[in-house]
């Protein structure tokens, strides 16, 4: 228990969401009615029930609170200092309900010998304090190796697409050598810096540098299709400033391209429609399909790889839908614009 942590890793974090207080109100709730219906307890068995169910549900609300108010503090030390400070949390307060209980219900409960009463409240929030920490590491830990295979899928998956990203651009360079030597090297110095973004791989990057990295890609691109390749931009006039897996965006319009535009000889227009409502920001990629298309390989992968990708980085709270009608083929991809802890 007293491996260390990595910052900002808090061991009883979980008990600060809906579900932690709820947890923690349904096992004090236990406890109470435990201990009203035991075989030894004095008669009035209800009136019992509703001053231990109060003293047990204040005594864990005002813990919570005190260790939510240093969570940012405790967040910096290790998973004994973390341990030790929900015991004494949990220890201070049941001293102070139980004097505050001596004072306010002596008249309602018969407590003959006061230390005997306190030092039965402290014996058992002690008891519940080690199953908590017990189940709380054993969350912590599974928790921690949760996070590390869905951060080596989440790699696994960037890899993936990167090696096809590069190829073509590699090939766009090459076959510019051949006509336009000083085209070739501006495209190279693009293709240096959409590289180095790439490097970024399993990581996050901002709205914004996903979209700068996605016009340098149609950049580079528009060397090898030159007029065939039109793209019409669409985006509010401020962008949110969130955090979106790197490589998001780029392969939807690498996929518009290989689908929508060189299939044709005249080429076609790809059209990029963002909005932005209070809860996520939304992005509509269309191109145009031929009406008999051949069977392709190689970037069909992409848009599932996005999904697998956002699905890790989201939790499931992003959505990537696909439709084709009327020769057009539609990508729209939600974005939340307030996520949880990532990966």
Sequence with gaps: MSKSMQPNALLFGPLFTERGVLATLVVGQVIATILAFAPTASHGTWVRLGIISLFIQLTFLLSLSAL??????????SQLVQSIS?????????????????TMIDGIVDIAKPWIFVSHNLLIVFLVACL?????????????????????ELDA?????????????????????????????????????????????????????EIALTKQYISLESWRFGE??????????SLPDISIPC??????????????????????????????????????????IPTTEHERTGNGMALDNIRQRLNLYYKGRATLNISARNST??????????SERKV
Excluded at 228 to 237: A, D, F, I, T, Y
């Design 132 to 152: 908590f920490v017990q189940f709380l590491t054993i969350y912590f830990e599974k928790h921690k190796q949760t996070q590390s295979l869905a951060r080596a």
């Design 68 to 77: 939510y108010l240093t969570r940012n503090l405790l967040s910096r030390h």
């Design 157 to 209: 998956l960037q890899a993936r697409i990167r090696p096809h990203f590069l190829y073509n651009s590699l090939n766009t360079a090459a076959e510019l050598t051949q006509c336009d030597p000083d085209a070739a090297e501006n495209a190279i110095l693009a293709l240096a810096a959409l590289s180095q973004a790439a490097l970024k791989a399993g990581k996050g990057v901002t709205l914004q540098d």
């Design 329 to 338: 083929f539609r990508v729209k991809l939600v974005l939340p614009l307030f």
């Design 228 to 237: 065939r390749l039109k793209v019409n931009w669409e985006l509010p006039g």
């Design 247 to 288: 490589l998001t965006l780029q392969p939807i319009i690498e996929n518009a391209i290989c689908y929508g535009v060189e299939p044709f000889s005249k080429g076609s227009q790809i059209n990029v429609l963002s909005n932005v409502s209070k809860q996520s920001i939304t992005f509509i990629v269309e191109n145009q």
């Design 86 to 102: 929900l015991f004494l949390s949990l220890i201070m307060t049941t001293i102070l309900m139980s004097i505050l209980a001596i």
